[in-house]
């Protein structure tokens, strides 16, 4: 019976629709729902939600709205669509394969329908370009280029079928054109990485032609993941470029993590980007990735963060920024441990600080309810650590939401309560501790920082 009037609603939105409705729906149904909403937005701003209905059904009605990329998050994914005023787009998906099992009908269907099946030939191909990144560059960029072509290809043939507005003909070219690029700024890392003599290969100039048509100021795409991917790769590309003709790189770093490639990256955001929002965006991409995962000198970070101002002193996440800076320096060797909440098994607020004050030999480790494999791996390897440092206490905590049980899932698995908690706000904590990556370990002895970036798999 409910599915019947299911099926009465879609042909009635399907049936119901003419050119001159200025109403979009976005509705659909999920199979075993992770969260007990559907979020949409626009860019970074939330346009509306709904809640899922006993059958796990929603629909969201919107008045009016401008042609283009939507987002909508059933957390913890998430996905694209593409939205016209009049559309009547219906999804149906399975959050145990959630981007393989999105399927769309309705009126906007075919356009969203045609990105999807880009995505997942993306993802599908990735292990043959693997195999390609050996080849010689143009011989690398032919296949790249044939693969593109298939798919321009495709959309060409829809096209003749079904209508597609200009716009969102532009936006799925783009779509093809951005995911397929990043190959080739990826192209000169990995290829020169695979080859075995360490001779470095010229790139010829032609191999870089697709960058003429490349757009700095496209707003429709600025939130779109497979363009600022390509971005900030593209950036990568081209301050190794600076690097290599104006700088000596001593050999024994990874040329990332030098503060000379940081700021080359700032300077060609500056000369090349225009609009606001991708420039901001690109900006603060630099600064989270130099200060989380370089843990250079503060000396350095002071040269960094002031070039940082002088380019983009309006930049909307400066006091993200800010915080991250000043952070970094709080966790710095000897250093005590800074003062942030986290919540003990009973529900209680203690902070690092007091927890901290208690023990001698105290190792911080963190783990997520969404990465079971690493939840494991961790805990089997701080097992091991107790019993070859049984003086060192060893303290969890976990960064997961609300949505994950950290205590059932520690329960599951044998774990003791006793020294485990759960970040109080993940955010902050993540930004206080600078956590970039979950192998990271805190090493304090009384209550002293003395490595707040250990790798746990390296403690010995
Ligand atoms: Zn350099």
Redesign the pocket.
């Known amino acids: 019976m409910y599915k019947y009037s299911f099926c009465l609603v879609i042909l009635c939105l399907i049936g119901c629709n003419s050119s001159d409705n200025k109403t979009t729906i976005f509705a659909g149904e999920i199979v075993n729902p992770t969260s007990e909403t559907v979020i949409l937005y626009k860019d970074d701003i939330v346009v509306d939600s709904a809640q899922l209905d006993m059958h796990n059904r929603f629909s969201i009605t919107l008045n009016n709205i401008d042609e283009g990329l939507y987002n909508f998050r059933h957390a913890p994914q998430y996905q694209y669509i593409y939205l016209s005023k009049g559309d009547s787009l219906m999804v149906r998906l399975n959050t145990m394969s959630f981007d393989e099992s999105l399927v769309f009908s309705g009126h906007g269907e075919e356009i969203n329908n045609f990105l999807i099946e880009v995505f997942l030939n993306n993802e599908e191909e990735e292990p043959l370009i693997e195999s390609y990144y050996k080849l010689d560059p143009l011989a690398f960029s032919q296949k790249i280029d044939s693969l593109r072509k298939r798919k321009t290809n495709l959309l060409s043939e829809l096209k003749v079928d079904v209508e597609i507005s200009e716009k969102a003909t532009a936006f799925a070219n783009a779509s093809i054109n951005y995911s397929s690029y990043i190959n080739k700024e990826k192209y000169p890392f990995v290829h020169n990485k695979r080859k075995k003599e360490g001779t470095i290969t010229e790139i010829p100039e032609e191999f870089y032609t697709f960058r003429k048509g490349l757009d700095f100021d496209n707003k429709e795409l600025t939130y779109f993941t497979p363009y600022y991917d390509y971005m900030k790769r593209h950036f990568d590309n081209l301050?190794y470029n600076?690097?290599a003709t104006?700088?000596v790189?001593e050999g024994d770093r990874y040329i990332k993590d030098?503060l000379?490639?940081n700021?080359?990256k700032l300077k060609l955001i500056d000369s090349l980007v225009n609009g606001k929002k991708l420039r901001d965006n690109l900006f603060r991409n630099v600064a989270m990735s130099y200060f989380l995962k370089v843990h250079d000198n503060n000396d350095n970070n002071k040269v960094f963060l002031e070039s940082f101002h002088e380019l983009s002193s309006n930049n909307k996440h400066i006091a993200e920024i800010h915080d991250l800076y000043e952070g970094v320096i709080k966790m710095q060797p000897s250093h005590t441990i800074p003062e942030i909440d986290v919540i003990d098994s009973l529900g209680n607020k203690v902070s690092l600080k007091d927890i901290s004050n208690t023990k001698k030999d105290i190792v911080f480790y963190f783990w997520t309810g969404k990465n079971s494999r690493h939840f494991k791996n961790i805990h089997r390897r701080v097992a091991k650590l107790k019993m070859l440092k049984p003086n060192t206490t060893f303290i969890g905590i976990s960064l997961s939401t609300l949505e994950y049980d950290w205590k059932k899932i520690l329960k599951a698995s044998d774990i003791s309560l006793e020294n485990q908690y759960q970040a109080d706000d993940i955010k902050l904590l993540r930004n206080t501790l600078i956590i970039d990556g979950l192998n990271k370990a805190i090493v304090v002895n009384d209550g002293l920082i003395v490595d707040a970036y250990k790798n746990i798999y390296r403690i010995n």
């Open positions: 301050a600076d690097c104006a700088c790189n030098h000379h490639f700021l080359h």
